[in-house]
């Protein structure tokens, strides 16, 4: 997990450069995952989107990150540094650590015993559960893994079905129960746990009031987005009127007569830093629609899943 010590003498964009090397280096984060988004991590972390694009960058420099467009960084396979390189490199880090305890006044037996303590806490964080949430959507699939993540205390990392195969190490996977035994087939060795999501019930009332001559507006990030999120909205209310719908990947430049034709205006929490600054006074007032995981669900997979 990212943790900034914001006492430290250490520049915060240091300190979350060299943890981000740590996770894809131990394996945390694995060849082909993707990050989250410089906005998410920069909320999650109080820092500046800034910041965090800033490390992204510094680690694509040293190959460790590749940017594709419309996907954020994602991890590259490493190429491993030459052993006289490693050790050379190695060899600084040990050496400034040891002078910086020394200067602390430690003696030799405090500094063998600290270094003995760290590499036993090493050992035990290289075995963390490695936790994935497969799903079809991109967009959905960020939002439940975001909630199991922060229900869990641990990174839940959220993957499509078509990759499935490249986290054949994972030791929980969660899939909607429609999917189960497609998962339990493409990954036998995992712990496989369903789940189930649903609509804020302020947005399914608010829909379900809406007559069948008004529009439902619906904004997303992705395309694939929309047909999920749309069925889901008329298959939970009475609604039978027009919905029309768009991705803010395509641009944002037919976003302004779009919003003009609209009643109800729904976002997805991915697509509101773009669309926010298109929205003018006669707008109407946007609601963001967030998928969540049943309760139900996120306490067996709480109970099931070892703190």
């Known amino acids: 997990m990212l943790d900034i ?3 430290s003498k250490t520049p915060v964009s ?4 060299e943890q981000l090397r740590y996770l894809i280096a131990s394996g945390q984060y694995a060849v082909d995952d993707t990050l989250p988004s410089t906005r998410k991590l920069g909320d999650r972390l109080d820092l500046s989107f800034h910041t965090v694009r800033k490390a992204y ?5 040293e190959g460790l990150l590749e940017s594709r467009v419309g996907s954020g960084y994602t ?3 490493r190429v491993p540094l030459e052993k006289s390189e490693r ?3 190695g060899a600084e880090i040990v050496n400034d650590a040891l002078q910086r305890l020394i200067g602390l006044g430690l003696s030799d037996g405090e500094v063998e015993y600290l270094f003995q303590e760290q590499a036993s806490l090493l050992d035990h964080s290289s075995i963390e559960r490695k936790l994935i949430l497969a799903g079809a959507q991109p967009e959905i699939n960020a939002l439940c893994a975001e909630q199991l993540s922060d229900a869990l205390q641990q990174t839940v990392r959220p993957v499509p079905f078509s990759r499935l195969e490249k986290h054949e190490d994972a030791d929980f996977v969660f899939a909607p129960y429609r999917r189960l035994p497609h998962v339990i087939r493409s990954l036998p060795r995992a712990d496989v746990m369903g789940y189930a999501t649903h609509l804020p019930a302020r947005i399914l009332e608010q829909v379900a009031r809406l007559r069948d001559d ?3 507006g619906l904004i997303t990030r992705y395309r694939d987005t ?9 298959q939970h209310t009475a609604y039978g009127g027009q919905v029309i719908a768009a991705s803010i990947e395509e641009g944002t430049e037919h976003l302004e007569s779009f919003i003009d034709q609209t009643d109800v205006l729904l976002y ?4 509101r830093r773009r669309l926010l600054p298109v929205l003018d006074d006669d707008a109407p007032s946007p609601e963001e629609v967030r998928v969540q995981v049943s309760q139900d669900a996120v306490e067996a997979i709480v109970e099931a899943v070892p703190a």
């Open 14 to 17: 240091e300190q979350l450069v």
């Open 5 to 7: 010590n914001r006492n």
């Open 226 to 234: 929309i047909p999920a999120l749309s069925g889901d909205l008329r």
């Open 87 to 89: 050790m050379e490199r």
């Open 214 to 216: 008004e529009t439902l």
């Open 57 to 61: 960058k510094t680690l694509e420099e």
């Open 268 to 271: 997805t929490p991915e697509s």
């Open 75 to 77: 991890v590259r396979e």
